[in-house]
């Protein structure tokens, strides 16, 4: 198992990882205290935690919640939202898409040549969502991805249009994948994962799991989740996947026990 300061992780990544294990759906607030003695098992320093934390309240991702001296962090609309869609991809979604119904979303727009900025928002957003530059204007992504939200939050709907469409015979849909995604460094962050997590037993069990689901989503979340059909031979996400859930369920109970030693928990009002 990896010394857990390798490779370094932003603090917010792990406070999330955090927050999605041990505080979605407990209706509780945690402690600072008890949050800075997670994340210093997971090689966060105090100094870095309680910014974390600042910042965090300061995006609506966290609120406070002060009792006598003490002050309690609950979660907000908006990180529940994130938490569990997060939680989604990781034990449901996942990574390995086997079940590929064979359509395919396209999205086209236009933008003025002025707006740099909306255009450099979009095209960040629907790589985040699994979508690849097919042509010009023109992007696309296996299945049928939600884009209303992204393209109504951007105040782009005028400018956007969406189809689902399948592929027709004369496409070669494996050359298509490989000229759409960068499958090389996808590949390369599936096996670097395998290399760094694929190793003895963890000292601390509940820094091992929040390292792991952390290194785990950051890679998900860039993965357009391509069917397998049309991947390399031995597409290497299969391999982690097996890797990262047979690794969760071992952590699962001691991790969990530790947690339940360290978390200073009140009801969340």
Request: glycine share 10%; hydrophobic share 40%.
């Amino acid at each position: 198992m990896p010394d857990q300061d390798q490779p370094q992780r932003r603090p917010q990544a792990l406070m999330l990882a955090f927050l999605g294990e041990y505080v979605l759906g407990r209706r509780v607030c945690v402690s600072s205290g008890s949050v800075i003695d997670v994340l210093g098992r997971a090689g966060v320093s105090e100094h870095a935690t309680r910014s974390t934390l600042t910042r965090m309240v300061g995006h609506e991702l966290l609120r406070r919640q002060p009792l006598g001296r003490r002050m309690y962090f609950g979660l907000t609309e908006r990180s529940i939202r994130i938490l569990e869609e997060g939680a989604e991809r990781i034990w449901q979604t996942g990574a390995v898409n086997q079940d590929w119904d064979g359509t395919w979303t396209l999205l086209g727009f236009s933008l003025p040549g002025s707006w740099q900025r909306e255009r450099h928002d979009l095209r960040s957003q629907l790589g985040w969502a699994g979508f690849g530059p097919l042509q010009g204007g023109l992007w696309i992504a296996p299945g049928a991805p939600e884009v209303s939200g992204i393209v109504a939050g951007l105040g782009l709907t005028t400018q956007v249009r969406v189809f689902r469409a399948t592929a027709d015979q004369v496409t070669d849909v494996d050359r298509l994948v490989r000229d759409t995604w960068d499958l090389a460094g996808l590949a390369v962050r599936y096996e670097d994962f395998l290399e760094r997590w694929d190793g003895s037993p963890p000292a601390d069990p509940l820094a091992a799991k929040l390292g792991l689901v952390t290194d785990w989503l950051q890679i998900i979340r860039r993965d357009p989740r391509l069917p397998v059909r049309h991947l390399p031979p031995d597409w290497p996400a299969v391999r982690a996947q097996d890797l990262f859930h047979r690794l969760a369920r071992g952590l699962n109970a001691g991790a969990r026990t530790v947690a339940e030693k360290v978390l200073d928990t009140i009801p969340d009002e």
